[in-house]
């Protein structure tokens, strides 16, 4: 089948990446976003997101004129739907973007086009999406009505790549293709095989909506064994990074890393997916939320505790990015824990994050101070590590003797 024009929908971290690899396989590509500051950005080759060498990608896709942002969408042959999933009060998710893409692509649908649906969605979406698209377009016949001789294709075929490896992830990576029909499934892999060199594996769309929100899940859940055993292990006066590295020893036992709480946009949401549609039933993924949550919370009292036994403390908070080595601060536990610090007004902050220039908004009227991790750790009495960057590794162990050191990541922990 042969995809000419190739439209994605929503170009955030997931969409334009894909929009840009797909234009590097010399595939025409229609960029569309609401947001017109993005797609002017697009437009002039540079890109609004950070992700290692998608500058690089995305200038040359847009001057070798095989990609092109707007802000409403035009006939192509393939739609592919990247925009977010958050979820609204009371952990529900939230449809809305994904029931205004299918709106904005039905009036240019036409006879042989497939629409796959990429954005991280509870089991049902694909089929809710279909149905947006099948009663805005009651002239053209869809697979839950037709089967096979439907002439839309749709399929749902989440993104699993990891924020900092994008490029790599989503040429290497195996892809689950969940269509709604065998010929939707075969559809989406002959589009996806223009540049995935992983398998493509082919499957129905609820198992595929689900197999995404797995993967996060399982992480999450494992996450959260490990910060349960840093709050048991500080209870009983037990290092647990060298708990966890003696238990890693056995052959089948892999115990991932504590920290001060889950962030990033994935797998702190998708979850709650799992739990909204079968909430008696999805006790341990819940749980698990619970306790990553209450992570950051934790860590405060131990700032405070420490704070107690000293006069007006000065504090150094090492790291503001959601996890190491990448300067995301969105929905990031250390952002949320000096943000709680400086409300709590324990003593005066030093912020250090080596990967941004400048404070976050929500920081900047604020008395902390943005510092370099020499001149923060030179004036503390605490020492608060929230981020296990690799820079920090560098920091002189001798700068911090006589300091009250609280390790949220286990970057000291000697091994
Ligand atoms: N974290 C820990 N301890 C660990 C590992 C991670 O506390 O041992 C924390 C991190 O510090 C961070 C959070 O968890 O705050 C999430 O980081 P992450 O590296 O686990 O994941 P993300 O959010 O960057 O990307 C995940 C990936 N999913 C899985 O690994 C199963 C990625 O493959 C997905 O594509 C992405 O979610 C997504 O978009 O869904």
């Known amino acids: 089948m042969p995809f000419e024009t190739i439209s994605i929908i929503g170009l955030g971290y997931i969409g334009l990446p894909t929009a840009a690899v797909f234009a590097s396989r010399k595939k025409r590509v229609i960029g569309v976003d609401v947001n017109q500051a993005a797609v002017d950005i697009i437009n002039c080759g540079e890109i609004h997101i950070v992700e290692p060498e998608l500058d690089i990608i995305v200038r040359a896709a847009v001057s070798g004129g095989f990609l092109r942002a707007t802000t409403t ?116 892999t002959s589009l996806y095989k223009i540049f995935v060199e992983g398998e493509c594996v082919i499957t129905n769309a609820r198992t595929a909506e ?44 892999n115990i991932l890393q504590p920290g001060p709480g889950v962030g990033g946009h994935c797998i702190a949401v998708d979850p709650w997916f799992i739990v909204s549609k079968t909430p008696a039933d999805a006790r341990l993924i819940r749980a698990a939320r619970d306790v990553n949550d209450h992570k950051p919370h934790f860590v405060l009292e131990k700032v405070k505790e420490a704070a107690a036994t000293l006069t007006n403390p000065k504090i150094a908070c090492l790291g503001l990015a959601f996890k190491a080595d990448i300067d995301d601060l969105r929905e990031s536990p250390a952002l949320e824990i000096v943000l709680a610090l400086q409300k709590m007004n324990l003593g005066q902050l030093y912020v ?47 700068h911090l003797a006589g300091k009250v050191l609280i390790d949220t990541r286990g970057l000291w922990s000697v091994s």
């Open 352 to 398: 250090v994050e080596p990967h941004v220039s400048e404070f976050p908004e929500s920081l900047q009227s604020t008395s902390a101070v943005f510092a370099t991790a020499a001149e923060a750790i030179g004036k503390a009495d605490i020492v608060l590590l929230l981020v296990n960057h690799r820079v920090f590794l560098d920091i002189d162990q001798d």
């Open 73 to 188: 969408p035009g006939p192509a042959d393939a739609f592919l739907i990247a925009v977010p999933t958050p979820f609204k009060e009371g952990h529900e998710p939230d449809l809305d973007y994904i029931e205004s893409a299918s709106l904005s692509i039905a009036p240019v649908l036409k006879k042989g086009d497939l629409v796959i649906l990429e954005s991280t969605s509870p089991v049902g979406t694909t089929e809710q999406m279909a149905d947006w698209l099948a009663q805005a377009r009651p002239d053209l016949t869809f697979p839950k009505t037709h089967g096979e001789d439907s002439d839309i294709r749709v399929a749902h075929c989440p993104e699993r790549v990891l924020p900092g490896h994008v490029l790599r992830e989503l040429v290497q990576n195996d892809r689950v293709i969940g269509g709604m029909t065998r010929k939707c499934s075969e559809a989406a």
């Open 210 to 253: 689900m197999c995404k929100l797995t993967e996060n899940s399982f992480r999450d859940v494992n996450i959260a064994f490990a910060n349960e055993l840093s709050i048991i292990c500080d209870r009983l006066n037990i290092d647990v990074w060298e708990l966890i590295r003696l238990a890693n020893r056995h052959p089948r036992v």
